[in-house]
Nanobody, 116 residues
Framework: QVQLVESGGGLVQAGGSLRLSCAAP????????LGWYRQAPGKQREMVAT???????NYADVVKGRFTISRDLAKNTIDLQMESLRPDDTAVYYC??????????WGQGTQVTVSS
């Protein structure tokens, strides 16, 4: 079992910034794809950004150029820096760890609300 704990959500005005952080066991950083997903009301959960064990990042088209995913190996966190936030970024954001199809874990989620 991998425990993931998100923090950093909140309410922000459009155009503002937020930084999400996910605390994770240090043992997974070299073996799992780590990422952030989000789910807005009435919509399916979608990938926001992922980062591979070797450091390659991947972003959804709608957040490219605005969001940055990173790992802090000293603090054992996966961070998501969000800039130029828009109302349609409003969602519950989930941290994810995926080592193989049988080893997929989710955090409890953190709410991000962007007001217009």
């Amino acid at each position: 079992q991998v425990q993931l704990v998100e923090s950093g959500g909140g309410l922000v005005q459009a155009g503002g910034s937020l930084r999400l952080s996910c605390a994770a066991p240090g043992s997974i950083f070299g073996v799992a794809v780590l990422g952030w997903y989000r789910q807005a009301p009435g919509k399916q959960r979608e990938m926001v950004a992922t980062i591979a064990p070797w450091g390659t990042a991947n972003y959804a088209d709608v957040v490219k150029g605005r969001f940055t995913i990173s790992r802090d190996l000293a603090k054992n966190t996966i961070d998501l820096q969000m800039e130029s936030l828009r109302p349609d970024d409003t969602a519950v954001y989930y941290c994810n760890s995926r080592q193989n199809p049988l080893s997929v874990y989710w955090g409890q989620g953190t709410q991000v609300t962007v007001s217009s």
